[in-house]
């Protein structure tokens, strides 16, 4: 069975901190890892990585995937309080004939407080 | 550029009934998958719609159904409601049904009583 782990669950931080967020995972047949923020209800895609080593930018977020070691972390710097959100991992498991299934860890809830 | 858009926003339905929750995909987007999120959870997959097929299948029961119509657009209905039913429905749309990122609607809150 598909498993993705994020640490911290939570983690509180002040204005100007920088945070690194944990997913680690286990797949049948990995295709892909995603990050979404989801402040109320909808999550909202931040990125998504394939290949090891190739870091992802946009902005104050960064991420990076290891495929050997099965994990991937999501660095955000300056944080603000509008950075406040659940983080969600999601890994993409290839084995459905075609289709693309998403499993999603527990997130991590990030506070930022001014 | 009209996003994911799911209805209704909210809903309360007592144990035994029946619901019917409806999503429209982005534009462009022919793929539609529904999510289960429990209060304090990651979203759970319960099924992929693709030329108005289910495609793939989570672990969710038989009472969790779905259909895809003509337009990409989408209903997941669910039968004999329990309380545990309680959750945050989320729809997310693709281009295509091996697409790898999914663009979700702002869900449906159901309460099951």
């Known amino acids: 069975e598909d498993k993705v782990v994020q640490s911290p669950l939570s983690l509180v931080v002040h204005e100007g901190d920088t945070v690194t967020l944990n997913c680690s995972y286990e797949?049948?047949?990995?295709?892909?890892l995603l990050w979404y923020k989801q402040e109320k209800k909808a999550p909202t895609f931040l990125f998504m990585l394939?290949?090891?080593?190739i870091e992802k930018k946009s902005g104050r977020l960064s991420s990076i995937l290891d495929k050997k070691e099965l994990f991937s972390i999501l660095n955000i710097t300056a944080t603000q309080t509008g950075d406040s959100a659940v983080y969600l991992c999601?890994?993409?498991?290839?084995?459905?004939?075609?289709?693309?299934?998403?499993?999603f860890g527990k997130g991590t809830k990030l506070s930022v407080i001014p | 550029d009209a996003g994911v858009t799911q209805s209704p926003t909210h809903l309360i339905k007592t144990r035994g009934q029946q619901v019917t929750l409806r999503c429209s995909p982005k534009?462009?987007?022919?793929?539609v998958s529904w999510y289960q999120q429990a209060l304090g959870q990651g979203p759970q997959f319960i099924f992929q719609?693709?030329?108005?097929?289910?495609?793939q299948r989570g672990n969710f029961p038989d009472r969790f159904s779905g259909h895809q119509f003509p337009n990409y657009s989408s209903e997941l209905n669910v039968n004999a409601l329990l309380l545990g039913d309680s959750a945050l429905y989320l729809c997310?749309?693709?281009?295509?049904?091996?697409?790898?990122?999914?663009?979700f609607g702002p869900g449906t809150r159901l309460l099951v009583l």
């Open positions: 997310a749309s693709s281009l295509g049904q091996g697409a790898k990122t999914q663009y």
């Open positions: 797949v049948t047949n990995f295709r892909s």
């Open positions: 394939t290949s090891s080593g």
């Open positions: 999601a890994v993409v498991d290839g084995s459905g004939a075609g289709s693309y299934q998403l499993t």
């Open positions: 534009s462009g987007h022919d793929t």
């Open positions: 719609y693709y030329e108005e097929e289910e495609r």
